[in-house]
């Protein structure tokens, strides 16, 4: 059996890490945040700022990040009403045009988001005075996984077809 070159096993688990690890790590740590905000609430009579805020930060961590790996997976919402009535043909047709405008107005908004992401560095959260730019960091790199995920989807599905012909 062949082994897979070294750069593929790096960035398998570097997609791993990112996709996977960090999501659970960071739903874990919101958990836990939550169960502190309720215990100072409602058993020490002491509410807290901070784990609110801490919260939404790692929630925000949590869905950019493991929507990489709903794209990897395939496991996002999709209207197969249509879809699963279709030839197998026309759905890599479809795939292709559905790959094309995604991959197209994440490459379109890239550029801006990064800028306007970078921007919000010179402001900081109220309670734990986080930059934005590090709460919103992950965007960029969700951003880069829906690029990367969708060419290489797109690649696959024209050269399928390029193989077997539109019909095949």
């Known amino acids: 059996m062949k082994e897979k070159p070294v750069i593929s096993r790096v960035l398998k688990k570097l997609l791993d890490f990112v996709e996977i690890w960090i999501p659970v790590v960071t739903f874990a ?3 836990l945040v939550f169960v502190v905000a309720i215990f100072f609430r409602y058993v020490l009579n002491h509410p807290l700022t901070w ?4 919260s939404i930060i790692l929630f925000i961590w949590t869905i950019l990040f493991g929507a990489g790996y709903a794209k990897r997976e395939d496991s996002h919402v999709v209207f197969s009403v249509v879809y699963d009535r279709m ?9 292709i045009v559905a790959e094309s405008i995604v991959l197209l107005a994440f490459i379109i908004g890239f550029q801006a988001s990064t800028s306007y992401i970078l921007f919000w560095k010179t402001l900081k959260t109220p ?3 986080i930059s934005f730019d590090i709460v919103f960091f992950p965007y ?3 951003m880069l996984l829906m690029i990367g995920r969708s060419a290489y989807n797109l690649f696959f599905d024209i050269r399928l077809i390029l193989r077997k012909g539109v019909r095949g």
Do not use: D
């Open 140 to 142: 960029i790199v969700f």
């Open 87 to 95: 030839s197998p043909s026309m759905q890599r047709i479809s795939r």
């Open 29 to 31: 740590l919101m958990f």
């Open 127 to 129: 309670a734990l005075r």
């Open 51 to 54: 784990p609110y805020e801490l």
